[in-house]
Each structure stands twice: as structure tokens, then as C-alpha cells.
């Protein structure tokens, strides 16, 4: 698994808000997002009711998630493909590696596919003496930087321009040094070309999959750039890889799923490429793989059926949640620590990982709400984060401190008396301290919360002082 | 086993064993009827609009249209758009009957041979199945006349579409792919296809289906829109007026033609008016 630095989500986000060439990228970014889905959904009256539409395929889905893997699953082997259930990442890397060194692969292209970051397949092959090549320009960026991508459709979202081109004149050193990139459009064609000889000398080609369909056997891929699908048609075997929770029944579901999702992600009305695949070359075709693999991912994601946690599983991997996130946007993807970031890597991240390396998480919003406003299938996300709260509460895996303080200040809050006295006793030494200078640059003890922002001095006295005045003037 | 674990632990969080028998022939159910959502108004229009609206769509999304009332006119049609975009006059043309069917001697400076692309194609030519005016989006299956590499590896790629093929929502093209399996002359049906959907017992979905909308392009860069990704840089439709009121004939039983390539450095020529062929299929063998 990619090394989980969650637990340090506060180190990550200080050195990430004090990163200027980051904060450069993030505020260029964050406000084309969402103008574009709001463009869009204003383009599309039905989009509200089409999220209620949206929720209710999910949750049916996962509903009987049971019946519905046992039919695609069926479905894609009497199509020619195979189904690898894989419980765990382990599992999976090991299944993929096998299709890999059965068909004799040296070099591999591969399409975007968050859950083969989640599983590290790169890693694995690369150990393995197999050559692993991005295609998604983002992904081909963030690999040859060897980061990870810090966004789940953007994945070098926290790259400039500039970044681009240095990064490709370090590395692309069989092209002329003195060339020039006078626009973005010179970049993009310069990876198109190096790409282009290794999409055509894979062996194998992996790719995610945005949703399963039990009817028809059929994954699906939405990419705008074709990538995706260069790498699942010219090679000799197609490995997708896919997570449990993308199973959908038909492709009616997956239709109304998909206007959903464009609109969410980038706002576009629809996305360049969407593509169905099922099974393998037929008979007279004259291309595509001659072998078509499905690894069927769990990843811990069994666990949260039943559980409060079970409507995360109706994602759909749009970003609109984290593209709307002041949080997210403050700091960007990598601070979070794992694979999934905003929102809804809060939620997923301590579901497969565990609470107790991800506890921050959770405690990584401002709760505004915002995420769930916009989220496509309506994922409760504030709620979710604050059930997990609880439970880091519950499991002791909040630090002593605040436990200390939080109990402190139950006692009070239960005694109504000795909270009045302490506010009033509080909020005149405050006033004392403060003088007439209006506000504390720093406290003893709030030194964290102090750093970025002054604290007034209290007027005038505490809520209920103030209160019982008002009413005695009645 | 791993499927045996995922399955358990899915029932375990459900609360329940494997659905009984009354419950999974209502799911099966639901599979077969695969019933329809809300479909957005937007394309539930008469015809002539519905057909503007897919023009104005595929413009949106920066691709092209040229109109041509007649079969006859196809090769001039592309002639022309590859010299107005200063292209050499060669293309991999997609070995689909109706296309071998066109005139194409009436332009003898037009090269093409019928197979499927290479990476050294630069103009491809593709039969177009069908169409959503919803959001300009082709959609285009893959057979032995319709090969996929002819939709990724060329820098142009031309589509032959017919006007009444253009359908105003994607659960309008999804119901005539399982009316008609892939296509007349290879279909999923009468073929020794593998694919058998469970819902009604007959398979229909090809190997690859491609909706696609406008070029390739890319946002990865600062998140700015750049054209000419990974895949075609340039998306013309030839769209071919059959007004409904003409309705097409049904399809020769060709051969398909997957032993083309090295054969046709020219397909050959049978010269007809208005070509009506290919795309609609006889019934269900
Ligand atoms: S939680 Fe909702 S908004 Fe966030 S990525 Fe998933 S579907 Fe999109």
C-alpha cells in the first residue's frame, strides 16, 4: 500500500501552506472547477432531481451488491473475460503481476486508476523487473516526479507551468535542450509523441474502471484525452482494475450515473471518451486484446456494508466534493496523506486504513457543507466525518490534551454555577490582560491557534451576564 | 476462496444469506427490463431539431459537420475537408460495407485502404452507428467493419453518419444496439459471439463501444483545456440527409470484410445513387 502519512496531516498542511509555488497552482486551479460545474449544472434543469436518481441506483445497488457481482462477474466470463476476486492489495498486486508474467510483459501502459495507487501495483512491477508507463498526461508527470497524484481527476493539480517544462527537459534528454515551449499546447505535444512509441510496444495495458455493468459484463472508462483507451486496445491483454462498489445493474443506471458525473467533475456535459468494454477480441474483429482480465478489488470495502460508513460507497469518484473544499483548497492533495484526499479521502481513508492512522482526518474540515451540497449521489459527508470523530473519540485516539480539556469542560458545562463564575472570571482576566490594545497576538497555552490569527479581547462581560442585564432593563 | 470471503462478508454486513429465490427473480427481472430513469428534456424534440441539436452540440464540443443530401457526395465531402485542412489525401477507411459501397472513383486522388489504423495513418475515415443529440456524442461499436484503432491512432478522424441515425438520448442508442447486436454484417447476433447476457438470454454487446464527444483533449496542464491528447486532434462528421420518409432498405447479407488488408489499395466501386446499406438489421436470426 502507498505509505500512509495521514498522522502527520498537520506537518503536511503547514509546510503545504508555506509551499508559495503550491499555493500559485491551488489558487489558479480551484476557481475554474467550480465555475465550470456550475456552468453545467445550470445547463441541465434535472440535475437536482437526477442526484436523488443518482442515490437511489447506489443504494440499491449495495442493497443486494451480492446478487449484482455474481451476475457481472458471470456475465464477463461468458463474454471470454476472467474475474480475479481479490480481498485484499495484496491479493490484487499478486494477480496482476501473474496475467503480467504469463503474457511474458516487459513494459506495461497504464490508464488513470485511483485504485492503483490504492493497491501500489507500480511498485510491485517495477520490483518484479516490469516497466510500469503512465499515459494520462497528469499521471506521466507525477510519475516521472515519483510523487503521487494530489488529486483524484487532476492529478498534477499542484503543478505549474513551469514545473511541466523543467520536469520534461530533465527527463526527456534525447530532445533537443535549447527547444522552446512557447504554450501549453507545445507541452502536450511533446508527451503525446513519447508516449506514443510506448503505447504501441506494451504488452499490457491496465486500466481502472469508472463502473461495472452486471448486465452486459462490461467496464467502463471515461477519459477525455484517449489514453485510456489506447492502452486497452492496442496491447495483447487488458487488465482493469476495478473496486467492488462500481457494480452497477444496467446500462440504463450507468447512463444516468454518467450525466452525473462529467458535470461534477470537470463540467463538461459529457466526457471525450466513455467506453464499454467487454471480453476480448471476437471472432473477425481486427483489433483489441486477445485477453481481457477483470481484478476485482475489496480492499476492506466489505467492511463498511452495514455500517454507518456503507453510503461513502455510492462514490463516484467525481472530486466535486474536494474542488469545493476550503480545506482541500488550502492545502492541496498530499497533505492528507494517502490516496484519496478532501472530503471524501476524510471519510474512505480511515475505512481502509483505520481510524488510528487517520484520526485528523476526520478533523481536517470546517464543516460548511458544502461537500455534501454538491456531491453527485449525496453522500452525507460532514456526518460521516463526525461519526468517525465519535469513534476516534470513543477509542481514546484523541490526544491526552484535548481529552483532558474536553472533560474540564464537561464538568463545567454540567454545573451551570461554576461555568458562569469561570466564563466571568475568564473574560475579566482576558480584559485585564488584553488592555486597550483590542485583541492578543499571542496566549499562553493557544500558541497553535494564536499563529494565524489575533483573539479579540472580550466587551463586556460573558453571554449570560449580558442576557440577565438585557432582561432586567425589560 | 476470495470470492467466497467477499460475498460473505457483503451478506454479513447485510444481515441476510444469499437472497432467496422470489427476491432474485425480481432483480433478474429488473435486468431484463433494465428500465429507463428520467431522461432530460433537453432532447425530447421533433426530429429536425433534434438533429440541430446534435450539430450544435458536436460544434461545442470542437468538432466538425459537413451535411451532404446524398451518398454520392461523401467522397467529395471528405476530398474537401482534408485540402481545406491541408491534409494529404490518403486515409485507413473503415472496411464497413456501405462505405466500400460509395463512389469513390469520382475522386481519383483519394488513396485509402480498407483495414484497420496503424500508427503511421494521419486521416482515418469511420462508419458511424449511431448518434446522441443529448450531447453530440458518437457512438461507435467495434467489429470486424468497425475497428477501434480508427478511433484513437489518427490525428483526424472523419465519421460517416446518417441522419437517421442520430437518436435524442443515450437509452434510445443503448435499446437499438440490443435490437440490432452490433451490426448487420457481423452483429453479436448469428455470429459465434461469446457475449450472452443473462437478462434475455441473447448476447448483443459488442466487444468495445465508444461514446465519444469531440477531440481528445487535456486539462492536466494548469487545468486549461488544450486540444489533441492521445487521440485524434480533429473530429469531422460527414452527416448523410435519409429523411425518415424514405425509410432505408434492409441490409445485404455482405461478408464482412476482415481479410482486407493488404487487398484494397482501392475498394472497389459499384457505383449507386444513394447508398442504403449496413446499418439496420435484419431480425434476430
Ligand atoms: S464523495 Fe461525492 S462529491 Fe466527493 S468524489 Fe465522491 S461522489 Fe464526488
Not at chain 2, 484513437?152 to 437509452?171: C, D, F, H, N, W
Request: aromatic share 6%; glycine share 8%.
Amino acid at each position: 500500500m502507498v505509505q500512509v502519512t495521514s498522522p502527520a496531516f498537520k506537518q503536511n498542511a503547514a509546510r503545504a501552506l508555506a509551499d508559495a509555488g503550491l499555493q500559485k497552482a491551488l489558487g489558479k486551479a480551484k476557481g475554474a472547477f467550480l465555475q465550470r460545474r456550475a456552468e453545467a449544472v445550470a445547463r441541465l434543469p434535472e440535475f437536482e432531481a437526477l442526484r436523488d436518481i443518482g442515490r437511489d441506483i447506489k443504494n440499491h445497488t449495495l442493497a443486494n451488491l451480492d446478487f449484482y457481482l455474481e451476475t457481472y462477474a458471470a456475465n464477463v466470463e461468458r463474454a471470454g473475460g476472467t474475474v480475479h476476486w481479490c480481498s485484499t492489495a495484496d491479493e490484487a498486486r499478486a494477480a496482476v503481476l501473474g496475467i503480467c508474467q504469463r503474457a511474458g510483459a516487459r513494459t506495461v501502459t497504464k490508464g488513470k486508476s485511483m485504485i492503483s495507487e490504492e493497491i501500489a501495483v507500480n511498485d510491485h512491477l517495477e520490483k518484479h523487473g516490469i516497466e510500469p508507463v503512465e499515459t494520462d498526461l497528469g499521471e506521466y508527470i507525477i510519475q516521472l516526479r515519483r510523487e503521487h497524484p494530489s488529486h483524484i481527476i487532476a492529478p498534477a493539480f499542484h503543478l505549474n507551468r513551469e514545473d511541466w517544462e523543467a520536469d520534461f527537459r530533465r527527463m526527456h534528454t534525447d530532445l533537443d535542450p535549447n527547444r522552446v515551449f512557447n504554450e501549453r499546447r507545445d507541452i502536450l505535444a511533446e508527451a503525446r509523441t513519447k508516449l506514443r512509441s510506448r503505447f504501441l510496444a506494451a504488452d499490457v495495458g491496465i486500466t481502472g474502471a469508472n463502473f461495472l455493468i452486471a448486465e452486459t459484463g462490461s467496464s467502463v472508462i471515461v477519459t477525455n484525452e484517449g489514453n485510456g483507451d489506447l492502452t486497452q486496445t492496442l496491447p495483447r491483454v487488458h487488465i482493469a482494475l476495478a473496486s467492488i462498489e462500481k457494480v452497477v445493474p444496467t446500462l440504463e443506471d450507468a447512463t444516468s450515473l454518467l450525466r452525473l458525473l462529467a458535470r461534477s467533475a470537470t463540467g463538461q456535459d459529457f466526457s471525450v471518451y466513455t467506453t464499454f468494454s467487454t471480453g476480448a477480441r471476437r471472432p473477425g474483429d481486427l483489433d483489441g486484446p486477445e485477453e481481457y482480465h477483470v481484478v476485482l478489488i475489496d480492499n476492506g470495502r466489505s467492511n463498511m456494508i452495514g455500517s454507518e460508513f456503507q453510503d461513502m460507497l455510492r462514490c463516484i469518484r467525481c472530486a466535486a466534493c474536494m474542488n469545493h473544499c476550503p480545506v482541500y483548497g488550502a492545502t492541496g492533495g498530499h497533505a492528507y496523506g494517502w490516496v484519496y484526499p478532501g472530503p471524501m479521502g476524510s471519510v474512505l481513508t480511515p475505512s481502509l486504513v483505520g481510524i488510528d492512522k487517520a484520526a485528523l482526518l476526520p478533523n481536517a474540515s470546517t464543516f460548511c457543507g458544502k461537500c455534501e451540497s454538491v456531491c453527485p449521489v449525496k453522500i452525507p459527508l460532514p456526518n460521516l466525518m463526525r461519526h468517525w470523530r465519535e469513534r476516534e473519540f470513543e477509542r481514546h485516539l484523541t490526544p491526552a490534551t484535548v481529552r483532558r480539556n474536553l472533560g474540564l469542560w464537561a464538568w463545567f458545562a454540567k454545573r451551570p454555577q461554576a461555568y458562569r463564575i469561570a466564563t466571568r472570571l475568564a473574560v475579566g482576566a482576558l480584559k485585564l490582560l488584553g488592555g486597550r490594545k483590542g485583541s492578543f497576538r499571542s496566549l499562553p497555552l493557544a500558541g497553535g491557534w494564536t499563529e494565524g490569527r489575533d483573539l479579540p479581547v472580550p466587551e463586556g462581560g460573558t453571554f449570560m451576564a449580558r442576557y440577565a442585564q438585557q432582561q432586567r432593563k425589560r | 476462496m476470495s470470492k467466497d470471503a467477499i460475498l460473505g462478508a457483503i451478506r454479513r454486513g447485510l444481515k441476510r444469506g444469499p437472497l432467496p429465490a422470489d427476491q432474485r427473480a425480481m432483480l433478474d427481472g429488473r435486468l431484463a427490463t433494465h428500465p429507463r430513469h428520467l431522461i432530460p428534456a433537453r432532447s425530447r424534440v421533433p426530429r429536425p431539431e433534434q438533429i440541430a441539436l446534435f450539430i450544435r452540440n458536436v460544434e461545442k464540443e470542437f468538432g466538425t459537420v459537413a451535411r451532404v443530401a446524398d451518398a454520392a457526395e461523401i467522397p467529395g465531402a471528405i476530398a474537401d475537408y482534408l485540402a481545406a485542412q491541408n491534409l494529404a489525401p490518403r486515409f485507413v477507411l473503415a472496411p464497413h460495407p456501405e462505405l466500400a459501397a460509395l463512389p469513390w472513383a469520382d475522386k481519383p486522388l483519394l488513396e485509402f485502404e480498407a483495414r484497420r489504423a496503424e500508427a503511421t495513418d494521419a486521416v482515418s475515415v469511420q462508419h458511424g452507428y449511431a448518434a446522441i443529440a443529448e450531447t453530440g456524442t458518437l457512438m461507435l461499436p467495434s467489429d470486424a467493419t468497425r475497428p477501434t484503432t480508427l478511433n484513437l491512432l489518427a490525428e483526424t478522424e472523419v465519421v460517416v453518419l446518417r441522419t437517421s441515425r442520430i437518436m435524442g438520448a443515450y437509452e434510445e442508442a443503448w435499446d437499438t444496439l440490443r435490437r440490432e447486436g452490433t451490426d448487420a454484417t457481423t452483429g453479436g447476433i448469428g455470429t459465434p459471439s461469446t457475449t450472452r447476457n443473462v437478462a434475455d438470454g441473447r448476447p448483443f454487446m459488442p466487444r468495445n463501444v465508444m461514446l465519444v464527444t469531440g477531440p481528445s483533449r487535456s486539462a492536466d496542464i494548469e487545468q486549461t483545456l488544450e486540444l489533441g491528447a492521445h487521440g485524434p486532434r480533429r473530429l469531422h462528421i460527414v452527416l448523410l440527409d435519409d429523411d425518415a420518409a424514405d425509410p432505408p432498405a434492409q441490409a445485404p447479407a455482405a461478408a464482412p470484410a476482415q481479410a482486407a488488408p493488404a487487398a484494397a489499395t482501392k475498394a472497389p466501386t459499384p457505383k449507386r445513387g444513394k447508398a442504403r446499406t449496413g446499418s439496420t438489421a435484419p431480425p434476430e436470426a
